[in-house]
């Protein structure tokens, strides 16, 4: 019985470990852009890791129009949320990266489905585009977040600014 005892304690000891070992990192993307390759500038989120129960974590998000027209340039117009294939990530600006907890990583899904899911034409360029959606995500991981009117639209010089006023990231700046 001793031996049984000691194997349920050793398997205890075990799954607790993991579950304290469990954690995602969520990191803040830039993307150029390319006139060539249809891309416009774009900021956006991966997040990668296990939660405390086990589930692997592979995700990433952006916000974006719907398509891209001179509507855009008028006001509103539909949205939708991005998700990047690999070859756009492995073409990424990598700013900073966060390890954030369950609860966190649950916010950011809830927050995402919140910008998905708003009625109507959400998507502004001036209000509401891909720097604003980032913007609300560093937040929920405590990250101080502000949005100059000449960073609005270019969002690798955004993070770099986020980065210099959160000394706390350790992020370099990216050329």
Sequence with gaps: MGRLFQLALALTALFWAAGAAAQVQVTFHSFDG???FGRYPHTFVSLEGTLE???PIRENYGFSAKSASPAVLAGPVEHVILVEKDKWIDRTNQH???TIDDAK???IRKEVARWRDAPGK???LATRNCIHFVGAIAQIVGVRVSYPKDML????KWLNHV???NPQLRAPQID
Excluded: Q
Aim: without cysteine.
């Design 34 to 36: 390319s006139v060539l």
């Design 105 to 107: 990583y649950w916010a």
């Design 163 to 165: 980065a210099a006023n």
């Design 122 to 124: 959400y998507y502004d």
């Design 53 to 55: 129960d086990g589930t």
């Design 153 to 156: 639209r270019r969002p690798k």
């Design 96 to 98: 900073f990266t966060l």
